[in-house]
């Protein structure tokens, strides 16, 4: 299981794709961490919604990937999903996954400014990344974006 609502989430150290240091935390902004590995099918649902709501709230929430792969791999994931939030490297002794206790990717933390989990989600879930497309908005105090206009998915994919 992993970690649950309510907790505070840890901190940790991480490098990222061009090799920056980053300490979580970082800022004061909710923040969205996205566990994930580039292979997983699911993952490859996943994170393109995750940069959706990115480019939509960006500015204002904090978006981390943190890969369970090499910094060449993700490099190559980051291109062909064209992903631009910061992605941050945690192989090969995945010690940030240990810490957050995942064991199914992708997994989803979103973090309010005071580091307490406020959300979790493993998996592929629809009704859940509706859910974040709503709580974002109304962190950012705007209207929600449309995330799936026009796109057929599935309401669960397993991770």
């Given at each position: ?100 206790d995942i064991k199914v990717v992708p997994t989803l933390y979103l973090i309010n400014a005071e580091g307490e989990i406020i959300s979790v989600e ?22 929600p974006i449309s995330l799936f206009e026009g796109i057929s998915v599935p309401s669960?994919?397993?991770?």
């Amino acid at each position: 299981m992993p970690l649950k609502v309510g907790q505070k989430a840890p901190d940790f150290k991480l490098k990222d794709t061009k090799g920056n240091m980053w300490k979580f935390p970082l800022t004061t902004n909710t923040c969205l961490l996205v566990f994930y590995k580039v292979s997983c099918p699911t993952c490859q649902l996943t994170l393109p919604f995750v940069e959706k709501l990115y480019k939509a709230y960006g500015s204002k929430i904090t978006f981390l990937g943190i890969a369970q792969d090499t910094e060449s791999e993700v490099k190559d994931f980051l291109l062909k999903y064209k992903l631009s939030f910061p992605q941050l490297i945690d192989a090969p002794a995945y010690s940030v996954s240990l810490t957050y206790d995942i064991k199914v990717v992708p997994t989803l933390y979103l973090i309010n400014a005071e580091g307490e989990i406020i959300s979790v989600e493993e998996s592929f879930v629809k009704s859940f990344m509706e859910f974040l497309n709503e709580k974002l908005a109304h962190l950012c105090a705007i209207e929600p974006i449309s995330l799936f206009e026009g796109i057929s998915v599935p309401s669960f994919k397993p991770g």
